[in-house]
């Protein structure tokens, strides 16, 4: 099921924030990801974000942050990963645009062909100012 998120959600999304950028951006120092989780858990509470929450288990195993038409990012718990938990938090917010953006490093090659997978197209290059690393600007739209 995905929902919106729940101030008692923070902290278990935080938790995956972490994990994933750690696992994903291995190019990048984790002490990198882990000087900015403080500032990211109070933009958290926030965001418009949603949550993919097993409905048995009540567990939150990923979410997607959004800015208007702009993704911040999805981000699923290792243990859940490849099982199509990102594709519906995508299929989810592409339902409520009819436009979306996103910026990827392009050295996460799987996050990068999940995207064009999607229908997203690059649509420039540039250097993050924060790391030093190349990442796409990449957009989807809506078949209208």
């Known amino acids: 099921m995905i929902r919106r998120l729940q101030k008692t959600d923070i902290d278990r999304i935080a938790d995956i924030w972490l994990d994933a950028n750690e696992k994903a951006h291995h190019f990048i120092t984790p ?15 926030q965001g418009e974000i949603y949550v993919y929450e097993e409905e048995l288990s009540h567990k939150i195993d990923g979410f997607i942050g959004m800015d208007e038409d702009y993704i911040a990012g ?22 409520i645009r009819k436009q979306l953006t996103l ?22 290059e540039s250097i993050d100012e924060n790391t030093g ?12």
């Open 31 to 45: 002490q990198y990801w882990r000087s900015n989780l403080k500032l990211v858990k109070e933009m958290f509470s």
């Open 74 to 95: 999805i981000f699923v718990c290792y243990q859940a990963q490849c099982h199509g938990i990102g594709k519906q938090l995508l299929d989810f917010v592409k339902n």
């Open 103 to 124: 910026n990827v490093y392009q050295k996460n090659i799987r996050a990068v062909r999940f995207y064009q997978r999607e229908n997203f197209h690059i649509q420039s």
């Open 133 to 144: 690393e190349k990442e796409y600007l990449m957009i989807w739209k809506a078949c209208i």
